[in-house]
């Protein structure tokens, strides 16, 4: 009889064609996608054309995206999007996204059906570990990896141990999945899941929108995780039939399956929590801040770009007006967000409160263009990442936080909980 094992042992063994996998097994899989962005994929380009292949191993399951600079913001960033360009051209890739199709790549690819449940996904973009809220094994590379996996359409691991997240309760209305994670990366440390797969499980995941799985399984990078993953259930099911038109696999963990640590998280008992200068390990809750006067407040990335983060944002903002001072940058993740926020009266929200409504673009996240940093300014903003210089000027500094947060303190010109506006 097979051993029991959890939900991402059973999609590595399935991709390597084997009826057992354990932690620390170095396996070879199958890959259903491999990505790359503007900035990772030239240099997996220069490493593919050493192998003087004239095909990848799969047209249809490479995905290209020119989110990090484009529109292109100079000379550098236009000639590696003109490469990624001409190979995506030359190898006839069918998923390969350019300006007025792109989005953000990590909000685009499930909306465009291409991450389901059971794939193994490899990304050279260390938040690839997004499709995980869809039951896939899903990691971020280097972009070598990525290179042998466009050619070879394979790759090796070692598999991981397993961290189960148990979410209980409910959260409160202004707590979303961005609280969440930041609290289980404060909770735990920036390597307190080093290597490991962080599966989220519980009667709370039923709580969780799509939006929040998304944002909670973006972050577990930022907790050392090699992947994150979510049971599917009718939530995910619904999301799955509107957009993915291809046949999947799901895969559930044995009820006696191993563990190498089991946490609890009462979502009932969560408050807003935001993640302090310079790591996203330190956080404190809004009770806690104290005042925080801020310079800058960004809404969007691959973290906190979808539509229900933009309505949020939108709900607080509505016939209010940003803190003179400040500046409001808020970022749809994709063109389909983008049109939505418009149609539903998002946009203009944000406009009439005074700030300012981008294309798509990761822009300021990475601080790459759209609103980069000063040296001491703060700015509160709902990315991923807080490092030092990670908004621009190493003495500047990155407040993370909920749409929810951002938005109240875009209207205080201080970090607030979305109550003090409302």
Known sequence: MTKPMNMTQKILAAGAGLDYVEAGQLISVKLDLVLGNDITSPVAIKEFNKTKLDKVFDKDKIALVLDHFTPNKDIKSAEHSKMVREFANQMEITNFFDVGEMGIEHALIPEKGLAKPGDIII??????????????????????????????????????????????????????????????????????????????????????????????????????????????????????????????????????????????????????????????????????VGEVIIDQVVIGSCTNGRIDDLRIAASILQGKKVKRGVRLVVIPGTQKIFLQAMEEGLAKIFVEAGGIFSTPTCGPCLGGHMGILAAGEKCVSTTNRNFVGRMGHVDSEVYLASPAVAAASAVTGKISSPEEVM
């Not at 390597?191 to 709580?207: K, W």
């Open 123 to 288: 990304g050279a973009d260390s938040h690839t570990c997004t499709y995980g809220a869809l039951g896939a094994f899903s990691t971020g590379v280097g972009s070598t990896d990525m290179a042998v996996g466009m050619a070879a359409g394979h790759t090796w691991f070692k598999v991981p141990e397993a961290i189960k997240v148990v979410l209980k309760g409910k959260p409160a209305k202004w707590v979303s999945g961005k609280d969440v994670i930041l609290h289980l990366i404060g909770t735990i440390g920036v390597d307190g899941a080093l290597y490991q797969s962080l599966e989220f499980t519980g009667e709370g995941v039923a709580n969780l929108s799509m939006d929040d799985r998304f944002t909670i399984a973006n972050m577990v990078i930022e907790a050392g995780a090699k992947n994150g993953i979510f049971p599917i259930d009718e939530t995910a099911v619904l999301y799955l039939n509107e957009h993915c038109t291809k046949e999947y696999k799901v895969f559930a963990s044995d009820a006696d399956a191993a563990y190498s640590r089991v946490i609890e998280i009462d979502l009932s008992a969560l408050k807003p929590t935001i993640a302090f200068p310079h790591l996203p390990e330190n956080t404190k809750t809004i009770d806690q």
